[in-house]
């Protein structure tokens, strides 16, 4: 089906896109009652209430990253662990790592899981991360198709969420299931196919919490076009997301 392999545009032109704005409206009827306690009292010039400030993220750092770096996210569903593959994928995980560096990751959500009804179940995937938020995203990341780096789209693989190729910023998507749509084809003329999408690392523990995540109650009326049905009712929240560092194992005595 055609809509297999576009999925992740269609995605894409929701997730970094546009901002979800929420609208609050006072209730017409306190308007009368707040009139008549006023009327009467002599009219005080207030000053306006201060904004709150945007949340000051360091700047990411410049150091040169090893081969493979871990960052653990805590989840209120419990924690994941991933790898990221800083020498096959350098900009998409060097990314990844600066985000969670500097905790621009701290309090997103997995709002998106999306269910695919065909082969074996469980699959499909989760996503989460900056959803646009001009306050936490970074610049652009180029593209790295997998052709080039090798990492393909199989079950516990990050990959990251984007519009056209090149404009990657702060959402990722985890794999629940091996996913070789997403994989770039060269020989394909449609470019979406050929470029396909970054994957950049994989989940070392907490399989088990994306699942959860992905199992998640969807919201009936979330979400617009091919998004409709992929919402969860209730966003899971990063509560941070940090580099762990890999103990080695002890080295075996001289002989």
């Known amino acids: 089906m055609r809509w297999k392999r576009g999925w992740p545009q269609s995605a894409a032109s929701r997730l970094p896109g546009a901002s979800e704005i929420v609208l609050t409206r006072r ?10 306690l006023v009327a009467a009292a002599p009219v005080k010039k207030r000053a306006p209430a201060p904004r709150p400030a ?3 993220y360091p700047a990411p750092s410049t150091a040169p990253l090893p081969d493979t770096v871990r960052v653990a996210l805590e989840t209120e569903a419990g924690r994941i662990v991933v790898e990221v593959d800083v020498k096959r994928a350098p900009a998409s995980a060097t990314n990844f790592v600066r985000y969670a560096e500097t905790k621009r990751f701290d309090g997103t959500v997995f709002y998106r899981a999306m269910h695919l009804n065909w082969g074996e179940q469980p699959n499909g995937l989760i996503q989460a991360g900056t959803r646009g938020d001009p306050k936490r995203n970074l ?3 180029a593209h790295e198709p997998t052709n080039v780096t090798g990492i393909l789209h199989k079950a516990g693989t990050l990959s990251m969420a984007r519009y056209a190729p090149g404009t990657a910023t702060g959402d990722f998507s985890i794999m629940v299931s091996d996913q070789p749509g997403l994989d770039a084809q060269p020989d394909s003329t449609d470019p979406e196919a050929k470029a396909g999408y970054a994957a950049f690392g994989q989940v070392v523990e907490g399989m088990d919490v994306v699942k959860a995540i992905f199992a998640a109650p969807i919201s009936e009326t979330e979400g617009e076009g091919i998004m409709r049905g992929q919402i969860l009712a209730k966003p899971v929240k990063i509560l941070a ?3 762990v560092t890999v103990v080695a194992p002890d080295a075996p005595p001289a002989p």
Do not use: K, T
């Open 27 to 36: 209730l017409a009827l306190l308007a009368p009652i707040a009139f008549a």
């Open 54 to 56: 945007a949340p000051a």
């Open 241 to 243: 997301a940090r580099r």
């Open 139 to 141: 610049p652009a990341i």
